[in-house]
Every structure is written in C-alpha cells, then in structure tokens.
C-alpha cells in the first residue's frame, strides 16, 4: 500500500515537474513573441519614403533623416517653386497649384501671391494666353542658429511664353525651411516654408519665339 502510495505520489510530481514546464515554456515563447513584436514596431516607426530632387523614392530612418536635410530640403523647395512659377493661362491651373503649394509654405507665400494678384499678373497671364516655365539654376541651403530651422536661396529663371515671344525674368527667393514633426501626403517632407520673399523677378530679355 505504501509503495502504491508512494507511485502515485511520484506519479503527481512528474505531472507537476511536466506542468510547470509546459508553463514556463509558453511564457518564454509569449514573452519573447512580445519582444520581437515590439521589436518590429519601432523599427517599422523609424523607417521613412524620402524623395530625392527627381522625385525618387529613397527609403531611410529617422536615424538618418539629419544626413538627408539638404536632399529633402532640395526637393521640397523645387517642388514648392514649380507650383508656384509653371502654369499655363488657365485660372483653375493657377488655382489647383496655389492649393497645393498651400501646403509646403505658410503665409508669406500667400502674402507674394496676392501682391501678384494685386498688381494684375495673373489676370495679364490668362489674357494673353502666356504660359509660364520654370529653370531652377541652383539651391542653397544652409544651417540656421535654429535647430528647427534651415536657411535657404533659390536661383532660377522664368520663361514668359506667348505665342510669337518669349520674357525670360530673374527668380531668386530666400526664406527658412521649419522642420516640422510629421508629414503628410499633401507634405511628404515635412518643411514648412517660412518668410519667404521673392528678392528679384526682374526681366533679363525678351525676344521672338522660334517654334
């Protein structure tokens, strides 16, 4: 009776040695599915879509995003300079790319773009069925004592194109890039344009069109 008492008793601590094993495994395997998981997360998080000047998509990490500014901050500026420069004679062009440059630059760029409107620029445009285009010759970007902030200049020339002539102007700009959180798909950059001026939009010459 004692050794059949004894058995059993054996009997129930292999059950309980087994147990606790079985346990002590599925926590480890629960625990360290939570780890990766976490793991993947963060990782997932850092991983950031970079456009470089062409439109390229790059892939890169918020690690990185600091080496990338001046590429980053390139495009952006390009992109903003284009919408707001090429258009055809046609006021809902002129319109759809003021709502999307709308989102890269604060009110300084609105502030330029009604003294346009004031003086009658765009009204000329259209009435003259002119077409304008826009060369970008160079960008400088530089640090600024705000971490938050880049500094930049931006060289180009505009093409006044009518149908028998065409006035080349001047386009240099100047202003700060903030640096801002998140981005967006209207801002896939993440810049804001700030204090931004046109400093000269001169005309250099003009003369006739060859087709």
């Known amino acids: 009776m004692f050794q059949s008492m004894k058995n059993i008793q054996s009997a129930f601590s292999y059950v309980r040695l087994f147990t606790l094993i079985i346990v002590i495994g599925s926590l480890t395997i629960t625990f360290y599915s939570v780890y990766r998981m976490n793991e993947i997360s963060m990782l997932s998080k850092q991983q950031m879509l970079i456009l470089d000047p062409s439109g390229n998509v790059l892939n890169g990490s918020l690690s990185s995003r600091a080496a990338n500014l001046m590429v980053e901050g390139t495009s952006h500026l390009t992109k903003f300079h284009k919408l707001f420069f090429d258009f055809d004679p046609e006021r809902e062009v002129i319109s759809s790319n003021k709502e999307k440059w709308s989102y890269l630059a604060d009110k300084s760029a609105v502030v330029q773009y009604e003294r346009m409107e004031e003086d009658g620029f765009f009204q000329n445009i259209i009435a003259g069925s002119i077409s304008s285009r826009l060369e970008i010759e160079d960008i400088e970007i530089t640090p600024s004592d705000n971490p938050n902030y880049l500094n930049f200049t931006f060289n180009g020339k505009q093409q006044l194109m009518r149908s028998t002539s065409i006035t080349t102007r001047n386009v240099i700009t100047t202003g700060k890039i903030r640096i801002l959180?998140?981005?967006?798909?209207?801002?896939?950059?993440?810049?804001?344009?700030?204090?931004?001026?046109?400093?000269?939009?001169s005309t250099i010459n003009s003369g006739k069109r060859y087709e």
């Open 181 to 201: 959180d998140n981005r967006t798909i209207n801002n896939p950059h993440g810049f804001m344009i700030v204090n931004w001026r046109i400093v000269n939009n």
